[in-house]
């Protein structure tokens, strides 16, 4: 079924946005900032488990969580571990929710408007795995600036 497919390709780049975040030298490397980059290594990671827990964990399975988007960014000083965690434990929403999702469930609808239009589930989903690998790259590209 697509829905195994896509939870696999989620689970492996989250596992590696996890493996990036503890691959930092330190935990400070993980929050600089230098000229030209906005967000640091940590924060990055913090608005991808954010992303993953709102729109995975509450919107389309049933969680309690509530997002705090500005949060994502503006915190600072979390150690590699917590932020890597919160990636990994990202991952097992995103395994749970596909888990048990069918293909027709894939073609429905999304629950919420993106960008003031009706998408379906797939087209949401397919969404939220381009911009985990965006923030993915620029992990990287932040870890091995600062490293």
């Given at each position: 079924?697509?829905?195994h497919?896509?939870?696999?390709?989620?689970?492996r780049?989250l596992?590696s946005?996890?493996?990036e975040?503890?691959?930092?030298p330190?935990?400070?490397?993980?929050?600089?900032?230098?000229?030209?980059i906005?967000?640091?290594?940590?924060?990055?990671?913090?608005?991808?488990?954010?992303?993953?827990?709102?729109f995975?964990?509450?919107v389309?399975g049933?969680?309690?969580?509530?997002?705090?988007?500005?949060?994502?960014?503006?915190?600072?000083?979390?150690?590699?571990?917590?932020?890597?965690?919160?990636?990994?434990?990202a991952a097992?929403?995103?395994?749970?929710?596909?888990?048990?999702m069918?293909?027709?469930?894939?073609?429905?609808?999304?629950p919420?408007q993106?960008?003031?239009?009706?998408?379906?589930?797939?087209?949401?989903?397919?969404h939220?795995?381009?911009?985990?690998?965006?923030?993915?790259?620029?992990?990287?590209?932040h870890?091995?600036l600062?490293?």
């Open positions: 079924m697509l829905n497919s896509i939870r696999d390709l989620f689970v780049d596992r946005a996890a493996e975040i503890d691959s930092y330190s935990d400070e490397s993980l929050w600089e900032v230098r000229e030209g906005n967000n640091s290594g940590g924060n990055l990671g913090l608005h991808l488990a954010g992303n993953i827990n709102h995975f964990g509450s389309l049933s969680s309690d969580y509530e997002r705090n988007r500005d949060l994502e960014f503006s915190s600072k000083g979390a150690s590699r571990e917590a932020v890597s965690d919160a990636l990994r434990n097992g929403v995103v395994q749970d929710v596909l888990d048990s069918s293909d027709e469930d894939l073609r429905n609808d999304f919420e993106f960008g003031g239009k009706t998408v379906s589930n797939a087209w949401m989903i397919a939220l795995l381009t911009h985990l690998n965006y923030h993915l790259g620029q992990i990287n590209y870890r091995r600062v490293g």
